[in-house]
């Protein structure tokens, strides 16, 4: 169970323990982008984990100066590299920021070597807190400041089979309330608690 206040890292949280859950039973040797590479913390987390990390964002202004790995300005709906370059891909919390996330997904397929993964960490448009929210509010419309849109994990799993990976999951995690305040929750959701988990990772394997 976690209980932490004024989470100040970007890394040592619940949403990055979730993913370190999952990016523990793939490969880590050979090259990997990370899409959305703005968090000068987070991609020195990256660069320990995955031998060769390139970085990138479409908002040259946010791109880290201090780090020393490869970084390129570009958007995710057109990724600026060749065809089977990548042995894997990750993204925190950008596919619901895009405009046509199909593009997305269909670059980093383009992107990927066969074998390869991907990654892509997301909120859940049905968490408990903004289930409880809109009790009083009414559903939230979309696009909603930065977001275009939020996934529930059936649409994520739609998105990603009009692809054609060889294997798409999606991981449910974390129960609880997760903010910049505050962190309260349990790490694991059991079935019952799936539908209103935090966090999303849609796990794609070409």
Sequence with gaps: MYLVFNPKSTNKNAYWDSFLSIIKNYPNDGL???IGAVDTEQVAAHQKIFTRLVGLDFNFGRLPRS???????????FLPFK???FDGIISHHVIEHVEKDALVVNEINRT????????LGTPNRKRLVRVLAELFTGERRFPWR???REYTKQEL???ANMIGFKKVLVYSKFFGIHSYRIILGFSRCNRMLDKWCNFLFLVLVK
């Design 32 to 34: 990997f982008l990370e």
């Design 67 to 77: 780090s020393d790995i490869k970084m390129v300005n570009a958007d995710a709906q």
């Design 83 to 85: 065809n089977d370059i």
């Design 112 to 119: 990927l070597k066969k074998g390869g993964f991907a990654i």
């Design 146 to 148: 930065e977001h275009k």
């Design 157 to 159: 799993l739609k998105l």
